[in-house]
């Protein structure tokens, strides 16, 4: 088993920063990868960002690329994701899930067997 804790969601207006932490506990030998995903109200959980756990190799959905980022601390089996230039369009519950296997198909949710409890962020306008 993997457990994942989000934290660092919170209000921020458009044109702010915030960075969101995945800290992940329990057999992280067994992880792949982290993705991000997000969830607005009344819309499908769609995909943001991956990396992967040894390598460090990222694949990120174009509507982020150049002002999110992903990173890791292999010490701290911790996941970052830095959010910049945040637009009211960003606003949603955003979630790190685990994938334990290979896949090429790291922007699917059903790729990942362990997800967190999710953190909110709030763009204003």
């Known amino acids: 088993q993997v457990q994942l804790v989000e934290s660092g969601g919170g209000l921020v207006q458009a044109g702010g920063s915030l960075r969101l932490s995945c800290a992940a506990s329990?057999?992280?030998?067994?992880?792949?990868?982290i993705g991000w995903f997000r969830q607005a109200p009344g819309k499908e959980r769609e995909f943001v960002t991956f990396?992967?756990?040894?390598?460090?190799?990222?694949n990120s959905a174009d509507s982020v690329k150049g002002r999110f980022t992903i990173s890791k601390d292999n010490a701290e089996n911790t996941v970052y994701l830095q959010m910049n230039s945040l637009k009211p369009e960003d606003t949603a519950v955003y979630y790190c899930?685990?994938?334990?296997?290979?896949?090429?198909?790291?922007?699917?949710?059903?790729?990942?067997?362990?997800w967190g409890q999710g953190t909110q962020v709030t763009v204003s306008s």
């Open positions: 990396i992967s756990w040894i390598g460090g190799s990222t």
């Open positions: 899930a685990a994938a334990r296997k290979v896949t090429t198909l790291v922007r699917t949710a059903n790729a990942y067997a362990y």
């Open positions: 329990g057999r992280t030998f067994t992880v792949y990868g």
